[in-house]
């Protein structure tokens, strides 16, 4: 199977420095001055059997094309190029939700390429991690039950092993979703408000988590998987996350630096807007939404959340 990865940020770069233990891979991205050594990256050398390059002509040359980009800039990417993706087996790495369209990058690779293979590699896995051989296990769906085979061993290596599913919808909503969670619990912590909260937080945010995906047709059994929990408990507990971090500033009221992917701050707002189309009851993306976008305090979110109708759990 011919590979290109397409988005040579963090985890572009570090998928094509895994999967180089099993052959050649490009990594195609749109501004790659930086030669064999990505800042994004600090401190990992691409090994020789990755080939780097901003010709994407080039790197639409190989069948199996695993994007990398940010979820906000897929939509765009595709309206300038989806017609020359079209056809291959497409791997979407992106964990969020279309701000526009309120659908996944699976819904928009499917729109822009009606003749491709759809699939999502997901699951916990920081770059910097992956980048330094750490065993990972992450998820591999595809509704395709062949194709989905066939991709998972083609992606697994010694240290990346990939579990499969056929449930495309719930390990992409998983992935989004953690995200918006993420956020809320480093905001919990950023604000000092306890390791007991960032439980609660973790806890009813993967009840929020399960009941929306599976509004949207996710298998339950899903949401407990790597591309769920897995990805929920990483991102809820490391400051590697950067929406943990942007969580955690928001909540000390700390400088950010605007230009870090924070993935689930554009996601909280989907969901909000996906949620009130659905009438699904998400309280916590509602309030990160609402922090994210300066509309509430940190104090009075947590006393709006405390303060709900008590219910069954
Ligand atoms: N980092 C991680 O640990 C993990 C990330 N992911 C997911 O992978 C996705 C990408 O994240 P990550 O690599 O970390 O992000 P980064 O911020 O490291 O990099 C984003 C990359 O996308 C490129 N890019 C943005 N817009 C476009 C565009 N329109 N056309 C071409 N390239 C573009 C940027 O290029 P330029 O430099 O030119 O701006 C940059 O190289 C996210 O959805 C994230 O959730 C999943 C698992 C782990
Ligand atoms: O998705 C990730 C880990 O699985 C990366 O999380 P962040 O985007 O929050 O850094």
């Given at each position: 199977?011919?590979?290109?990865?397409?988005?040579?940020?963090?985890?572009?770069?570090?998928?094509?420095?895994?999967?180089?233990?099993?052959?050649?891979?490009?990594?195609?991205?749109?501004?790659?001055?930086?030669?064999?050594?990505?800042?994004?990256?600090?401190?990992?050398?691409?090994p020789?059997?990755?080939?780097?390059?901003?010709?994407?002509?080039?790197?639409?040359?190989?069948?199996?094309?695993?994007?990398?980009?940010?979820?906000?800039?897929?939509?765009?990417?595709?309206?300038?190029?989806?017609?020359?993706?079209?056809?291959?087996?497409?791997?979407n790495?992106?964990?969020?939700?279309?701000?526009?369209?309120?659908?996944?990058?699976?819904?928009?690779?499917?729109?822009?390429?009606?003749?491709?293979?759809?699939?999502?590699?997901?699951?916990?896995?920081?770059?910097?991690?992956?980048?330094?051989?750490?065993?990972?296990?992450?998820?591999?769906a595809?509704?395709?039950?062949?194709?989905?085979?066939?991709?998972?061993?083609?992606?697994?290596?010694?240290?990346?092993?990939?579990?499969?599913?056929?449930?495309?919808?719930?390990?992409?909503?998983?992935?989004?979703?953690?995200?918006?969670?993420?956020?809320a619990?480093?905001?919990?912590?950023?604000?000092g408000?306890?390791?007991?909260?960032?439980?609660a937080?973790?806890?009813?945010?993967?009840?929020?988590?399960?009941?929306?995906a599976?509004?949207?047709?996710?298998?339950?059994?899903?949401?407990?998987?790597?591309?769920?929990?897995?990805?929920?408990?990483?991102?809820?507990?490391?400051?590697?996350?950067?929406?943990?971090?942007?969580?955690?500033?928001?909540?000390?009221?700390?400088?950010?630096?605007?230009?870090?992917?924070?993935?689930?701050?554009?996601?909280?707002?989907?969901?909000?807007?996906?949620?009130?189309?659905?009438?699904?009851?998400?309280?916590?993306?509602?309030?990160?939404?609402?922090?994210?976008?300066?509309?509430?305090?940190v104090?009075?979110?947590?006393?709006?959340?405390?303060?709900?109708?008590?219910?069954?759990?």
């Open positions: 199977m011919t590979i290109s990865i397409l988005g040579a940020g963090a985890f572009g770069t570090a998928l094509a420095v895994a999967l180089s233990a099993n052959g050649p891979v490009t990594l195609w991205g749109r501004s790659i001055g930086w030669g064999r050594e990505n800042p994004r990256l600090p401190g990992v050398t691409l020789a059997p990755v080939a780097v390059t901003d010709d994407l002509g080039a790197a639409l040359a190989a069948g199996t094309l695993l994007l990398a980009l940010p979820a906000q800039a897929l939509r765009p990417f595709l309206d300038d190029h989806g017609p020359a993706l079209d056809g291959r087996r497409l791997v790495t992106a964990k969020g939700i279309d701000l526009d369209r309120l659908t996944g990058p699976a819904q928009l690779l499917a729109e822009a390429c009606p003749a491709a293979t759809i699939a999502t590699l997901t699951g916990p896995s920081f770059a910097a991690d992956i980048a330094r051989g750490l065993p990972t296990a992450l998820t591999l595809c509704a395709d039950a062949e194709t989905g085979r066939a991709l998972q061993h083609a992606l697994s290596t010694p240290v990346l092993r990939l579990y499969r599913t056929t449930d495309l919808t719930g390990a992409e909503l998983g992935g989004a979703l953690k995200n918006v969670i993420a956020i619990a480093g905001v919990v912590i950023g604000a408000l306890g390791d007991s909260a960032r439980a937080i973790i806890t009813r945010g993967f009840a929020e988590m399960t009941r929306l599976t509004r949207l047709g996710a298998r339950p059994e899903t949401l407990t998987g790597l591309s769920g929990l897995g990805d929920l408990t990483l991102t809820c507990t490391s400051p590697q996350s950067r929406n943990f971090r942007f969580g955690h500033a928001l909540g000390a009221a700390a400088d950010w630096d605007a230009t870090t992917t924070v993935e689930g701050a554009a996601t909280a707002r989907a969901v909000a807007a996906l949620a009130a189309r659905l009438g699904e009851d998400m309280p916590i993306a509602a309030m990160v939404a609402a922090l994210a976008e300066g509309r509430v305090s104090d009075k979110a947590a006393d709006m959340l405390m303060t709900r109708p008590l219910k069954e759990e």
